[in-house]
């Protein structure tokens, strides 16, 4: 979930595929209490990629477990601005993206509020092509052609976290050759091309550069994981909707959570997750390679401790510096975009944080839902 020049700037082409979000609960009207009064929560996600399969198909995998109520739906968008227009508008209830734009909007007196992590980190890697450039310090040269993503993309604002994570005093704007790619399969290509000699391609993409014109031929000049800790995506819904809908949120948070470590405890299962929700399925492979990724760096969270002043600091820090956000994002506070309410319920859900280390291990203790 990604950065936008101005709010809801940028509108792209809309891929939307209907899904229908499993799950034990009722009919009935909505509201703050438990199961059986639930509607279906209905969801917009802005990332179709594998890595996300456990959390956006969570209500369908898990949700019998924590009584989310039948038929809500998943739309996912190629465009995160007209993403959140549909939450704004009301026609869907909570968003699964990135918080650039729900700042801007709070910022413009919405509100909106995150409540639960969806994915920690990224798994984008910086690729350069080995016979221009074998250092992230060699990209400020105006030789080096590097492709960014569009002025509102998760990837430069990804690309700006590493600019500031490791101390080199620039943005993208300071990149003086630049080609707009706003696509990972379109960076891909160029890299593959050589029309470019920098570009972001994400973990399961690596390997088919590497394929097409040679291992020596790549060089990575940043795992995203490794340089930097951020929240790359989140849930996000109206504060009134919140107010109205606490536990259900909570559950729907507690699905989310419990999915991710499952998941990340068991390999059979997340390819099995994989190939139902991903059309013609993926191969084996890249399913290993998502999955001990994933595992290594928790990029899916299993907590919500995650979600904290610190990490939403840097991000307006980020933020600001790629101009994204106004100076006066810095005013404010933790609770103006934040709602613990349903995190707190989540984690009693669950009954309790686990560690990475028990994820991988196995030992997922039974929800007390």
Same mark, same amino acid.
């Given at each position: ?77 190629? $465009? ?12 869907? $209830? ?66 700006? +976290? ?25 960076? +891909? ?18 390997? $088919? ?33 919140? $107010? ?11 699905? +989310? ?67 994204? +956000? ?44």
């Amino acid at each position: 979930m990604r950065k936008w020049a101005r709010v809801l700037a940028l509108v792209g082409a809309i891929s939307l595929v209907m899904v229908a979000c499993g799950g034990d609960g009722g009919d009935g009207g909505g509201g703050g209490g438990g199961g059986g009064g639930d509607e279906p929560i209905d969801i917009a996600t802005t990332s179709t990629g594998h890595a996300y399969v456990g959390q956006f198909h969570a209500p369908e995998l898990f949700g019998d477990t924590f009584g989310l109520p039948e038929g809500g739906t998943l739309t996912e968008f190629e $465009d995160e601005s007209t993403a959140m227009q549909v939450l704004v508008s009301g026609e869907v $209830d909570v968003l699964a993206g990135f918080l650039s734009a729900q700042l801007q909007l709070i910022q413009q007196g919405q509100d909106l509020k995150t409540f639960c992590p969806v994915q920690i980190d990224s798994t984008e890697q910086l690729a350069g092509l080995t016979d221009a450039i074998t250092s992230l310090d060699q990209i400020t040269d105006p030789n080096i052609r590097v492709a960014v993503d569009s002025p509102g993309g998760l990837v430069n604002f990804i690309m700006n +976290l590493v600019f500031h994570e490791r101390n080199m005093g620039i943005t993208v704007n300071d990149l003086e050759n630049v080609t707009i790619l706003g696509d990972g399969s379109q960076r +891909l290509a160029a890299l593959a091309n050589g029309d470019v000699d920098v570009g972001s391609v994400d973990l399961f993409e690596l390997p $088919d550069l590497e394929a097409q014109v040679g291992a020596d031929a790549v060089t990575v000049l940043s795992v995203t994981a490794e340089d930097a800790d951020f929240l790359s995506n989140v849930l996000i819904a109206k504060g009134e909707w919140l $107010d109205e809908n606490t536990d259900l949120a909570a559950r729907l948070c507690a699905t +989310l959570l419990y999915s991710n470590r499952v998941l990340a405890s068991d390999n059979d299962q997340y390819a099995d997750a994989v190939n139902t929700y991903v059309e013609g399925g993926v191969e084996e492979d890249i399913i290993r390679t998502n999955w001990e990724f994933a595992r290594e760096f928790s990029i899916w969270p299993y907590n919500t401790d995650v979600v904290t002043p610190e990490a939403i600091e840097t991000f307006i820090d980020v933020g600001i510096e790629s101009g994204i +956000l106004e100076e006066s994002a810095r005013e404010l506070t933790f609770e103006d975009i934040v709602d613990t309410r349903p995190m707190d319920q989540a984690m009693e859900l669950l009954g309790g944080s686990v560690t990475a280390e028990d994820v991988i291990a196995g030992n997922v203790p039974e929800p007390q839902a």
